[in-house]
Nanobody, 120 residues
Framework: QVQLVESGGGLVQAGGSLRLSCVAS????????LAWLRQAPGKEREFVAAHRRSGDSTHYADSVKGRFTISRDNAKNTVTLQMNSLKPEDTAVYYC?????????????WGQGTQVTVSS
């Protein structure tokens, strides 16, 4: 069992940056693939980025490539999402997720979400 808690959301102007963090409690954090997903109002939840459990393999949605960076610190049970050059269309609730199976999901554990709002 893994519990995930996100932080770092907020309001930022277009072009600005935010850094989201997700701290996990539970066992064997390093055995999980970790991901960030988001859900904008009236839209389905969508994949943003993932960090595989081994090595430094990462994956990004096309919409965030070159602007967002996912990283993990297994010693601190933390995964972060650095978001730069933010756009109004990045406005959403961002969720941290984890799975021991496939990096692309489905995800077994979810955080409660953190709101990111980008003003134009």
């Amino acid at each position: 069992q893994v519990q995930l808690v996100e932080s770092g959301g907020g309001l930022v102007q277009a072009g600005g940056s935010l850094r989201l963090s997700c701290v996990a409690s539970g066992r064997a954090f390093s055995s999980y693939h970790l991901a960030w997903l988001r859900q904008a109002p009236g839209k389905e939840r969508e994949f943003v980025a993932a960090h595989r459990r081994s090595g430094d393999s990462t994956h990004y949605a096309d919409s965030v490539k070159g602007r967002f960076t996912i990283s993990r610190d297994n010693a601190k049970n933390t995964v972060t999402l650095q978001m730069n050059s933010l756009k109004p269309e990045d406005t959403a609730v961002y969720y941290c997720a984890a799975t021991p199976r496939n990096w692309y999901g489905p995800y077994d554990y979810w955080g409660q979400g953190t709101q990111v709002t980008v003003s134009s």
